[in-house]
T-cell receptor, first 112, second 116 residues
């Protein structure tokens, strides 16, 4: 089955700096890679996703890059703000499997 | 659009009792719903996949007789934790996939279960 690894597990940045979170996956059939933000006591919220026919996608301060050959994808947050502080999860799935396999999560702390 | 609700948001029960958690897709129809469990400071672990009108598919290590899943309509799935014990205390999260969508899942807000 799919295995998704996520690094780092914690990340502390100064407000205004950039944050980068990286994930690797094992199943070459995976073709959908979403990123979720989870605040304390709440369910995950989709912030951006990318499919395997695209190498990069951007939405305002958030961008995701995908390297299919190396089987890794990354989340980039620019101009971080204190409200970006949360736990971020990457995930991967394939059309055939349908199910999402989650990475271990990254606790992002943005210091004012 | 694509809102998923869960009820209750939190529940406290005594050991040995059963608890039912509802997951609803409010503005779309979902052929497939997923149930996850999340322990403190850990990732989401898939428990089971629920398809409308058919039996749920459980992940390895998840007891189907303990975690009963019913997906009676295209907008409602329920998870019943039977004979709950303190080790079942966790954050239970459901998600739903829209008819015709590929892969994308919309998550509910979660239900915090505490078993005394």
């Amino acid at each position: 089955g799919e295995n998704v690894e996520q690094h780092p597990s914690t990340l502390s940045v100064q407000e205004g700096d950039s944050a980068v979170i990286k994930c690797t996956y094992s199943d070459s059939a995976s073709n959908y890679f979403p990123w979720y933000k989870q605040e304390l006591g709440k369910g995950p919220q989709l912030i951006i996703d990318i499919r395997s026919n695209v190498g990069e996608k951007k939405d305002q301060r958030i961008a995701v890059t995908l390297n299919k050959t190396a089987k890794h994808f990354s989340l980039h947050i620019t101009e971080t703000q204190p409200e970006d502080s949360a736990v971020y999860f990457c995930a991967a799935s394939s059309y055939a499997g349908n199910m999402l396999t989650f990475g271990g999560g990254t606790r992002l702390m943005v210091k004012p | 659009g694509a809102v998923v609700s869960q009820h209750p948001s939190w529940v406290i029960c005594k050991s040995g009792t059963s608890v039912k958690i509802e997951c609803r897709s409010l503005d779309f129809q979902a052929t497939t719903m997923f149930w996850y469990r999340q322990f403190p400071k850990q990732s989401l672990m898939l428990m089971a996949t629920s398809n409308e009108g058919s039996k749920a598919t459980y992940e390895q290590g998840v007891e189907k007789d303990k975690f009963l899943i019913n997906h009676a309509s295209l907008t409602l799935s329920t998870l019943t934790v039977t004979s709950a014990h303190p080790e079942d205390s966790s954050f239970y999260i459901c998600s739903a996939r829209r008819i015709g969508d590929n892969n994308e899942q919309f998550f509910g807000p979660g239900t915090r279960l505490t078993v005394l």
